[in-house]
């Protein structure tokens, strides 16, 4: 079972905490990574772009002219693709991109992409991060200590005073343990967990 140190937010050791070798130090599998973030950037797509067809342009109900005698190609209407303001050929249409996982795919990765960040020594564990009041000023102090560029916070719980300090900082985002996905892990250079959540990931892949 691998040890991990556990910091305070002035980068003091505090204290150390095993990890499962089965969440954190499990093969990388960068195929099932692949696909769980091909699913989840197509989740993500709106789906809305439309084009028109020859049938749904206004207008073009007349013949342009005669169908023989002018030496001109024949045409039926002026809304067909080939004329200027006519409908589109093959145009894209409102469609769902979104498709499943499978539940024991999705965790297959996540568990390989935390077993990255630790390999690579990209993943911290705060003991806590205490914040009487909302202060960008003070979270970003903290940020800046640890020398994180692009980090990604994962709390325990709901703490809005953390919440609202770490949101008007561009490079930052904190999200809870719940909500931790392979795409976010990835996005982000350094990976910061609370020590309260380090279990309740374990528990929520090991289930």
């Given amino acids: 079972m ?13 204290a150390k905490v095993d990890l499962s070798d089965l969440v954190f130090a499990a093969e990388v599998n960068e195929a099932i990574v692949y696909d769980v973030v091909k699913m989840q950037l197509a989740a993500r797509r709106s789906g809305t772009a439309s084009t028109k067809t020859r049938h749904d342009v206004r207008g073009g109900g ?18 067909s693709p080939i004329w200027r303001g006519g409908g589109i050929v093959f145009g894209p249409h409102p469609r769902d991109y979104s498709f499943s996982v499978p539940k024991k ?29 909302i202060s960008t000023q003070e979270f970003k102090s903290v940020v800046d200590l640890f020398g994180f560029k692009k980090a990604l916070f994962v709390i325990d719980s709901d703490n809005v005073v953390l919440l609202k300090s770490s949101r008007n900082l561009r490079n930052v985002k904190m999200i809870r343990s719940e909500g931790i996905n392979v795409y976010d892990v990835l996005n982000y250079e350094h990976l910061v967990l609370l020590e309260p959540s380090v279990k309740k990931i374990e528990g929520a892949l090991l289930a």
């Avoid at 691998?2 to 505090?14: G, R, S, W, Y």
């Fill in 2 to 14: 691998a040890v991990a140190d556990v910091f305070d937010i002035k980068k003091n050791k505090v």
């Fill in 105 to 133: 795919v999705r965790k297959k990765a996540l568990i390989s992409v935390l077993s990255m960040k630790c390999k690579e020594e990209k993943m911290m564990i705060l003991r806590d991060f205490p914040m009487e009041k």
């Fill in 62 to 79: 007349k013949k342009p002219w005669r169908q023989k005698g002018t030496g001109r190609a024949r045409a039926g209407t002026t809304r």
